[in-house]
């Protein structure tokens, strides 16, 4: 099992990719972020915020999972450094990972590439619950994108 370590532009550019669509920007919510949106009355600059927050933990979580994997890629003290998703990385980008972002597949293949990369060799997951279910709702989210592409008349079938 290898660990590929993303740059903080694939990062930026997936999260650009769901802030910048209503219908992926209600697929990442869990249960806990509906409450708060509610409680909270929170605006669309604050979802974005905890949207990019979502992506600087996922960014940081792969390269958790890249350093203890690949202990050799550390300074000679073992110590290394972790980068943070910056502002200026969320950009409108149609690539990630030198791959284009330009369809729900490209989106999906992507984020379970990400599921992947955030686990290290030994098996440890560097991503907290709620994390990992927001990951899980995206991915979940986009596979059924790929369904109703591939079979359009799908919500037909269902009501029958």
């Not at 869990?30 to 933990?57: Q, V």
């Not at 791959?99 to 997951?125: D, E, H, M």
């Not at 109703?148 to 008349?153: L, R």
């Amino acid at each position: 099992m290898s660990v590929i370590k993303y740059e903080s532009q694939d990062f930026g550019a997936l999260a650009w990719a769901i802030i910048a669509n209503n219908n992926h920007r209600e697929a990442i919510k869990i249960a806990r972020d509906e409450y708060e949106t509610m409680i909270f009355k929170m605006d669309s600059d604050a979802e974005d915020n905890r949207i990019k927050s979502f992506f600087d933990r996922v960014y940081i979580a792969n390269q958790l999972a890249y350093y203890v994997s690949y202990q050799d890629e550390c300074a000679h003290d073992g110590s290394f450094k972790v980068e943070r998703l910056q502002d200026e990385d969320i950009a409108p980008s149609t690539k990630a990972n030198n791959k284009q972002l330009n369809s729900s597949r490209a989106i999906y293949n992507f984020l379970t590439s990400i599921r992947y990369n955030i686990i290290s060799q030994a098996g440890r997951s560097f991503l907290d619950e709620q994390d990992s279910e927001r990951l899980e709702n995206l991915i979940q989210h986009f596979a059924s994108d790929i369904i109703e592409m591939a079979d359009p008349d799908r919500a037909v079938y269902e009501g029958d």
